[in-house]
Structures are given as structure tokens and as C-alpha cells.
């Protein structure tokens, strides 16, 4: 949680957080991800100025754990003073002890962005999904409830100006923004509309631009020029049975030597990142095993 201090901007975790889309894909399985499209309502996890503080929470939290379909999962929130947001102890079950910062005492209305960190992380403790090592496992947490509807909430967690700061959770503004994107481009949801923060309204208009490049990288036929041209060098050369091997690409397509086989070029899904592998022969329809997303492609 950064309270007062710098806000780390940017995508240096990027690569992490299109491993853990593809996880949550792998592990969900793509009709498990479609059941949910609808994200969590402003009004459901809404803190209101004559709530109980702890009668409060407990409603917030019952909302999350309803919209994770976590029905049997039952959540035990506290307050103590610590140098995180929150915590939660992830044991068996049916019951989960969550402590949160003692600042939501007095900022209450992010006490459901701080939740909903912690209540997936129960829900992936459920699954049985993790990535090695702390840092890789907040960020596939974080990515996750982004993903799954209710991260719109830490990203308007986000407030900054010239005299003090706020984030929660271990992405970026921008890269929460991204994660959203993403699922508004699945769901045709747009979480803008719900953001109570200027700063969190403009690091998803990144998130959304940086998202919409990857729909636009070759071999997609909506790829720029610049990158078509740089694809087609770059096929020559792979074709040409006497050149060196290629450079890593500059793109995130690669190709396949065939040798006696067809030449094939592997590149990521834009929508899971699970990466896709087709023939060089022009003009070609390809449908993501994993996602099913039809990409139209010129390879």
C-alpha cells in the first residue's frame, strides 16, 4: 500500500500479468471466466456514512464472497495497525480471517478494494492456483480480480496529487488499468463510469491504449505498416534457408524453421496471451484453443 509516498507508474510487471490471464484461462476454463461477465456493483459494496463499521465490512465482504461464488466460504474481518492493507489466513476453511489496516477505520470507502484482494486470494487458495514466489502471487492475485470484475475497486483505490498519495495492491495504476481493459474488450463492460477518482479514470485510458496495441500487432491483420513491413522482413529472412538465425523479434511473433514442414509463425492471443501457432501461407483464420477469440490474420 503506498500511504503518502511515490506511486510506482508504468508496466514493469507486464509480462507476469499476461501469465496469469492465460492461468486464470487455463485453470477456469473459458466458460467458468464468461459466468463472470457482470462486475461487482458500485451500490453492493458500497460504504455508507450510517454503516457500523464492523456490520459494514461483514456486508461488503458476504457481496465479494457472493460474487466469487465462494457460498460455504465465511469471512471474519478485524482492524490492527500494520504496513500493509490487509492480510487474510488462507487455512481449510469454511472460515477466513481477514485484518485490515487500521487507516480503513477512518477511509472507509476503500475498505472494499481492500477486500477484494483478500477474498481472491481465498477464492485462488480454492483453486489451488498459484505462482512461485510473493510478488509473481499478489500480482496473479491482483490480475485476477481485475480480471473477474471486482479490481475496478483498487483501481479507483488510486488517488494522487501534489501533497499526498494512495495506492492498494501490487500493480501499476496503468497496469490495473490494462487488466480492465482487457476484460472490457471481452465483456463489453466499461468500469470507467464507476470511478470516483480522476487519476484512476486516466490510467485506464492508458491501460485501454496499451491493451488495443496488442490487437494490432502482426501477423493480425489489424496491424499498423510498420509493423507489417517488419513482419514481412522479417519472414523473408525466415524463409531464406542460407540466412543466420533471427535476432529475438523485435514483435512478439517468432518463427518456426520447417526444414521438410510448412513455415509456421507462433505469436500470443490478444486476449489470453496463450500463444497461437500457424502456417505462413497468407491469408489464414485461426480460433485460440484456449479462449476461443477467431483472430484474423495475414502471416
Not at 118 to 132: A, N, W
Not at 218 to 223: E, G, I, Q
Not at 226 to 250: K, N
Request: glycine letters at 8%; proline letters at 7%; aromatic letters at 10%.
Amino acid at each position: 500500500m503506498a500511504n503518502g509516498g511515490p506511486v510506482e507508474h508504468g508496466y514493469p510487471h507486464l509480462e507476469t500479468v499476461r501469465a496469469a490471464v492465460t492461468a486464470l484461462y487455463k485453470r477456469l476454463s473459458y466458460d467458468t471466466v464468461r459466468t463472470f461477465s457482470a462486475s461487482v456493483a458500485p451500490a453492493d459494496v458500497a460504504f455508507r456514512d450510517t454503516d457500523d463499521l464492523y456490520l459494514g465490512t461483514q456486508r461488503v465482504a458476504h457481496e465479494l464472497v457472493r460474487h466469487y461464488r465462494l457460498p460455504d466460504a465465511r469471512m471474519i474481518v478485524s482492524f490492527r495497525e500494520m504496513t500493509h492493507a490487509a492480510s487474510v489466513e488462507l487455512a481449510a476453511g469454511p472460515e477466513y480471517f481477514i485484518e485490515l489496516n487500521d487507516r480503513f477505520r477512518t477511509h472507509r470507502r476503500d475498505i472494499g478494494a481492500a477486500l477484494a484482494h483478500e477474498v481472491m486470494h481465498v477464492y485462488l487458495h480454492r483453486l489451488g492456483l498459484s505462482f512461485p514466489g510473493t510478488r509473481d502471487n499478489e500480482i496473479l492475485t491482483d490480475t485476477a480480480t481485475a480480471y473477474l470484475g471486482a479490481g475496478w475497486l483498487l483501481l479507483d483505490a488510486y488517488r494522487e496529487d501534489s501533497a499526498s498519495s494512495q495506492k492498494l495492491g501490487y500493480l501499476t495504476p496503468e497496469e490495473f488499468g490494462y487488466v480492465l481493459a482487457k476484460r472490457a474488450l471481452v465483456f463489453g463492460e466499461d468500469p470507467s463510469v464507476w470511478f470516483t477518482s480522476p487519476q484512476a479514470y486516466t490510467a485506464y485510458v492508458k491501460g485501454m491504449a496499451r491493451a488495443r496495441r496488442d490487437e494490432r500487432q502482426p501477423p493480425l491483420t489489424a496491424a499498423g505498416w510498420a509493423g507489417r513491413r517488419r513482419y514481412a522482413r522479417d519472414r523473408r529472412h525466415a524463409q531464406d534457408p542460407h540466412a543466420a538465425p533471427l535476432l529475438p523479434a523485435e514483435g512478439p511473433y517468432s518463427f518456426t524453421p520447417g526444414g521438410r514442414a510448412p513455415l509456421r509463425v507462433s505469436f500470443p492471443c490478444p486476449t489470453c496471451h496463450q500463444r497461437i501457432r500457424v502456417p505462413v501461407r497468407g491469408r489464414v483464420r485461426a480460433r485460440c484453443g484456449l479462449c476461443g477469440t477467431v483472430l484474423e490474420c495475414d502471416t
